[in-house]
Antibody, heavy 123, light 108 residues
Framework: QVQLQESGPGLVKPSQTLSLTCTVS??????????WSWIRQHPGKGLEWIGY???????YYNPSLKSRVTISVDTSKNQFSLKLSSVTAADTAVYYC???????????????WGQGTLVTVSS | EIVMTQSPATLSVSPGERATLSCRAS??????LAWYQQKPGQAPRLLIY???TRATGIPARFSGSGSGTEFTLTISSLQSEDFAVYYC??????????FGQGTKLEIK
């Protein structure tokens, strides 16, 4: 059974960089056909997709956040990470990592999710 | 960016009855649409992908239909555990994914 677990600081100061890691267990992040995403949810609001990474290191980011987002992968640790720079209070949200199974343009959706971690941006 | 619009924002239904939730895309997404269920304090759970294919372990009372710009999630006989928020997500415009704003399904 695949499991994902987010970890990182729950409090970040304005203008600093938010850093989170997602640890994958029960499966290899290096298995082809899986894309590893970050999604966030502002308090009481809907879901916003941040970006994804493939095990090869290929990434794609939401254009609305692209200038501030970096997603990286460490296959040796079976982890992928999110960095969001120059944060403001508007970045306060629950951050989720998730897996998507995809073969070219054929996707099976975001089938495994972490439980989410609340990150608050405040001084 | 493809905008996903869900309706209604809140749906009140009695247990045992049928619930019908709608999702509309601002342009065609073919059948590249998923539905998720989210309960308070939990991560979203994949219900449906490909507009109509149930994910592993999802009960048969959940069904999805539609293509192009109009989609429906139907829950045939509501159980107490089905009261939650439901989101649709398009992945046709890969790799830029967008979600609807959600429909809250509450007990009548």
């Amino acid at each position: 059974q695949v499991q994902l677990q987010e970890s990182g600081p729950g409090l970040v100061k304005p203008s600093q960089t938010l850093s989170l890691t997602c640890t994958v267990s029960g499966g290899s992040i290096s298995s082809g056909g899986y894309y590893w995403s970050w999604i966030r949810q502002h308090p009481g609001k809907g879901l916003e997709w941040i970006g994804y990474i493939y095990y090869s290191g290929s990434t794609y980011y939401n254009p609305s956040l692209k200038s501030r987002v970096t997603i990286s992968v460490d296959t040796s640790k079976n982890q992928f990470s999110l960095k969001l720079s120059s944060v403001t209070a508007a970045d306060t949200a629950v951050y989720y990592c998730a897996r998507e199974e995809r073969y070219y343009y054929d996707s099976s959706g975001l089938d495994y999710w972490g439980q989410g971690t609340l990150v608050t941006v405040s001084s | 960016e493809i905008v996903m619009t869900q309706s209604p924002a809140t749906l009140s239904v009695s247990p045992g009855e049928r619930a019908t939730l709608s999702c509309r895309a601002s342009q065609s997404v073919s059948s590249n649409l998923a539905w998720y269920q989210q309960k308070p304090g939990q991560a979203p759970r994949l219900l449906i992908y490909g507009a109509s294919t149930r994910a592993t372990g999802i009960p048969a009372r959940f069904s999805g239909s539609g293509s192009g710009t109009e989609f429906t999630l139907t829950i045939s006989s509501l159980q107490s555990e089905d009261f939650a928020v439901y989101y649709c997500q398009q992945y046709n415009n890969w790799p830029l994914y967008t979600f609807g704003q959600g429909t809250k399904l509450e007990i009548k």
